[in-house]
Nanobody, 113 residues
């Protein structure tokens, strides 16, 4: 059974940057599409970005040009570089794969001055 451990969140000022990491357990990682999702207070969880096994990427319109997803298959880790952060990016960020597995605890990113 795969487990995901997200890290790297914190308090960031508007316009700032943060890099999230997600470490996956399990023997197979490289063949799966990996994705980042987020859930803001009082809202449903939403898609943020994904990266396929061939490293093709896809982004939600709200983060295009600001966020970059990447992966390191040797470390079984997926990253999310978040730049030009806005208060509306405040959320708990989760990673998962396709097809979805159990969700981890996520990591909280708070964008505020």
């Amino acid at each position: 059974q795969v487990q995901f451990v997200e890290s790297g969140g914190g308090l960031v000022q508007p316009g700032g940057s943060v890099r999230l990491s997600c470490a996956a357990s399990g023997s197979i990682f490289s063949i799966y599409t990996m994705g980042w999702y987020r859930q803001a207070p009082g809202k449903q969880r939403e898609f943020v970005a994904s990266i396929t096994s061939s490293r093709a990427t896809n982004y939600a319109d709200s983060v295009k040009g600001r966020f970059t997803i990447s992966r390191d298959n040797a470390k079984k880790t997926v990253y999310l570089q978040m730049n030009s952060l806005k208060p509306e990016d405040t959320a708990v960020y989760y990673c998962n794969r396709t097809p979805l597995e159990n969700w981890g605890k996520g990591t909280l990113v708070t964008v505020s001055s």
